[in-house]
């Protein structure tokens, strides 16, 4: 009897380090993008990622795009309960991990060679580990969703006295109505799904977005004029579920770390690309675009960043030195 009991134990525990092992080759990795690598920053890493991961593993990456699983917070969601193994996201992860939200204080990152030193270089991985504690999920990598730019449909916006009178579309995130009621305009939440709609009936004046997403969805034939302030640089995160990449093999993690990594270069390479191209694009379909001078870029700063720091300290809390340890940050990679 004990032998039969014994020989039950073992082969229960073959079978269920079998069963674990067969869930382990799935990774099912979701994003709200489109799925269409050209133009779509989250669709080009998601590819780029599910092509090395199943090249040089045996593991099968399973793709869901568009938002087939449900928008970002839910994905943020079913990636802690383990529903989904990896998920590409922005600005959701500052709801499960609010220290993250420090990250769109407005003009705080003076170009993209900058935010990416940050966020590859110690703030970045110090950032990491403490969401990791937070949330469960391990950020992999930082992609990029882009600088965000003002557009509107009334007048050429080069200071925020220009942005007086006008109601902008924004987030429903308190971080951008505190930065347009900062900069003089009148900010309005408005989902995503209604903005076309909102534009076209006046219901806002202007909106606010990274350039391939304005023209990519046909937003710069709704307005005449598009200010390239850079607002906020919003960043992706490459998350995984941290219980799922521990069960991984050491060999699979390391070729899920490096997968991660070139899936960010290259979606951040795609959303460059959409950017310098969408440019010239919507310039060519007849909009107006201005290019601030470094003193009217601090003008927006000066006017903004003190309203939303001070907002973020009191929602931080014993956070708050967050705020503290990007400036820093920032400071070092743009004097280097």
């Known amino acids: 009897m004990r032998l039969t ?9 073959i079978t269920l380090g079998l069963a674990a092992s067969a869930q382990a080759q799935t990774i099912r990795l ?12 989250k669709g080009a890493a998601a590819q780029i990622f599910k092509n090395i991961v199943e090249g040089e593993t045996d593991m099968t990456v399973e793709l869901f795009p568009a938002g087939a699983l449900g928008n970002e917070d ?30 769109d204080i407005p003009y705080t ?24 504690e937070e949330t469960g999920l391990r950020t992999l990598a930082y992609g990029e969703t882009g600088f965000r730019n003002f557009t509107n449909s009334e007048r050429e916006i080069t200071s925020p006295a220009d942005m007086e009178g006008l ?15 900062a900069l003089g305009g009148e900010p309005t939440p408005i989902a995503w799904t209604e903005l076309p709609n909102a534009l076209s009936t006046g219901v806002v004046d202007g909106q606010e977005n990274p350039v391939g997403v304005i023209y990519n969805n046909g937003l710069h034939q709704l307005q005449q004029y598009m200010t390239l302030d850079g607002h906020v640089y919003a960043a992706d995160f490459f998350v995984m579920s941290d ?8 060999a699979q993690q390391e070729v899920v770390q490096k ?17 310098a191209e969408g440019v010239k694009l919507v310039q060519e379909e007849g909009m107006q675009v201005y290019s601030p001078t470094a003193g009217e870029i ?11 720091i001070e907002y973020l300290r009191g929602e931080l809390g014993e956070q708050a030195e967050w705020i503290d340890r990007l400036q820093e940050a920032v400071s070092a990679a743009s004097e280097g």
């Open 30 to 41: 979701a994003h709200v993008d489109p799925d269409e690598w050209t133009g779509s920053k």
């Open 167 to 181: 109601k902008f579309r924004v987030q429903p995130i308190p971080l951008y109505i505190e930065m347009v009621e």
């Open 74 to 103: 839910e994905l943020v969601g079913q990636a802690q309960d383990g529903t989904l193994q990896m998920a590409l996201v922005s600005g959701a992860m500052s709801k499960a991990c609010p220290a993250a939200g420090v990250l």
């Open 243 to 250: 219980e799922f990449f521990q069960s991984l093999e050491p």
């Open 259 to 275: 997968a991660a990594d070139v899936a960010s270069t290259m979606g951040r390479a795609i959303q460059q690309w959409n950017t």
């Open 298 to 308: 601090q003008a927006f700063a000066d006017a903004a960043q003190p309203a939303v």
């Open 5 to 13: 009991v014994k020989t039950l134990a073992a082969t229960t525990a």
């Open 109 to 132: 990152f003076s170009s993209a060679p900058v935010a990416w030193e940050v966020l590859d270089g110690e703030f970045g991985d110090a950032l990491a580990e403490h969401c990791l």
